[in-house]
């Protein structure tokens, strides 16, 4: 992590000492939803309904129903009902939850680049005056070339401006901004542009109905953490599902619902906080906050305990508490 692109100095993160060959792996997000894919037609109980968009969900203490755009289908009826369906989640508000959101006013660019030299497995945030840039380390593309995907944060009115350049000049602006420490860019791809909202829904559970993913708690992507804590949310739910349905008790109960809710929000709170302190902290152009994370980061940079503790922490190796198999209903 550097302040501005000087690659000679800010905090170094390595995955030594933490027994794992790696601090992460860059996962694309159409391979994950292609595995999830997978997963889902693997088992027999579970019925796929595409291109059908939700648009009415209602609960009662009975029931959850469902209903699809323009009754595309009969209605859905269930014990309880899980809503996934982004950070602007309209299920969330017809359950009648209200969400806390923050608009950053600031806009993510993706794009994958190829690049002259090779980037040797090391992923770099640059925290610049204005715009944050993360050059994440890919697999070479087919033709051999060495590829990154560069995320660039900047205020929305210049990200249009950026998005309004020709792919050259956009890579030319990415390789300035990069200092050009690996040689010329090419734009090998799109460019997907995303307004940086973040969302915390005022519950993450109602009447026979649970939130999950980013309905419930939607991260800005600096700690690249959102998708992890979706997947958290998830199993604590699965798992206090299982345990009902081994007692034989009702899966949409009030109780295992509140418990939910209880856990997710514990697990999620600090994260989420800490994201929004960090991003402040690290994007604010002002002389003092800028004086600020260059000492963070010189600092942490000085400290090898603090080092080898967040490396533990990125690979999951640290020692915290884990989240136990099936949570107590009290
Ligand atoms: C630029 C960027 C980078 C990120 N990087 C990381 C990272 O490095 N690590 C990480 O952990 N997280 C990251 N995240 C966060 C991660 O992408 C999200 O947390 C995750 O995608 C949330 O999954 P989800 O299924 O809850 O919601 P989504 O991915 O938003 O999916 C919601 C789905 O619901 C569907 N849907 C919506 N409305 C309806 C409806 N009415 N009926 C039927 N279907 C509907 C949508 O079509 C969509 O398929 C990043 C996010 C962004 C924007």
């Known amino acids: 992590m550097h302040d501005g692109a000087d690659l000679d100095r800010g905090l170094r993160l390595d995955a030594a000492r933490t027994g794992r060959d790696a601090l992460g792996w860059i996962v694309p997000n159409h391979a994950l939803r292609r595995a999830g894919l997978a997963a889902a037609l693997a088992r027999p109980n579970v019925r796929l309904i595409d291109a059908a968009p939700a648009v009415q969900a209602q609960t009662t203490d009975a029931l959850a129903r469902l209903d699809a755009d323009r009754g595309a289908l009969p209605s859905l009826r269930a014990r309880l009902l899980a809503a996934a369906d982004r ?51 890919l697999p070479p593309s087919p033709d051999g070339s060495h590829a990154s995907s560069a995320v660039l944060t900047v205020d929305t009115p210049e990200a249009a401006d950026l998005l309004g350049l020709p792919p050259a000049g956009y ?3 990415i390789a300035r901004e990069f200092q050009h420490q690996l040689g010329p860019f090419a ?17 993450f559970a109602a009447c026979r109905a649970a ?18 804590l979706g997947l958290a949310g998830v199993q604590t739910l699965a798992a206090l599902l299982a345990q009902a349905r081994r007692r034989g008790q009702d899966i949409g109960a009030g ?42 980061l010189r600092g942490a940079d000085r400290l090898p305990p603090l080092k080898a503790a967040i490396a533990r922490h990125l690979t999951g190796t640290l020692d915290t508490p884990c989240l136990t198999p099936a949570l107590r209903i009290s």
């Open 87 to 137: 950070r602007f989640s309209a299920v969330r508000r017809q359950l009648g939850i209200g969400a806390e959101m923050g608009d950053f006013g600031r806009t993510m660019i993706v794009a994958r680049v190829h690049h002259r030299l090779p980037h040797g497995a090391i992923a770099h945030e640059c925290f610049g005056h204005a715009r944050t840039l993360a050059m994440l380390p």
């Open 187 to 203: 734009l090998a791809g799109e460019r997907h542009a995303y307004p940086l909202v973040a969302t915390w829904a005022h519950r």
């Open 171 to 173: 890579a030319a602006f």
């Open 255 to 296: 109780t295992l619902l509140a418990a939910y809710d209880r856990e997710h929000q514990r697990a999620s709170r600090l994260i989420y906080q800490g994201t929004n302190a960090v991003v402040g902290l690290f994007t604010d152009a002002r002389p003092l906050p800028r004086l600020l994370r260059q000492a963070v």
């Open 211 to 228: 939130l999950v993913g980013d309905a419930a708690v939607g991260m800005h992507p600096v700690t690249a953490h959102g998708f992890n």
